[in-house]
């Protein structure tokens, strides 16, 4: 799908969109939600029919280790949201910055991950 398709990547890493609000309510469901892989690119080689994320306010975590412990930074980014008052304003996102995807062997404790939830403007 990629090859020859003329876009270029962008500099930012890949991130994941999810379909979830579960980590608002203090639990970790075990129903699938979906989620969306985003591949940022140049904005001048984009095709037409890519979405294009607004700037705003969010609430973030990074997080260091194993993504089989992911769920622990979703809960606590829930936890500060709650006790900060905010609201979701859109779809949260994980983004992966040191990854398995990278092609590189790497310590799954060495993963790092930034969680977004953009937040309402007050």
């Given at each position: ?108 404790e060495k ?9 309402e403007e007050n």
């Amino acid at each position: 799908m990629w090859k020859n398709c003329g876009y270029v990547l962008a500099q930012e890493p890949l991130f994941i969109v999810n379909e979830r609000t579960d980590y608002l309510e203090g639990r970790i469901s075990t129903e699938p939600y979906p989620l969306h892989i985003c591949v940022p690119v140049q904005p001048e080689s984009a095709p037409d029919s890519a979405v294009r994320f607004p700037s705003g306010k969010a609430l973030s975590v990074l997080f260091y280790g194993d993504y089989n412990r992911l769920d622990e930074a979703w809960l606590r980014l829930g936890r500060e949201a709650k006790e900060r008052g905010l609201v979701l304003a859109a779809l949260p996102r994980g983004i992966a910055i040191v990854a398995p995807y990278t092609g590189q062997e790497i310590d799954p404790e060495k993963y790092c991950s930034r969680l977004v939830m953009p937040v309402e403007e007050n």
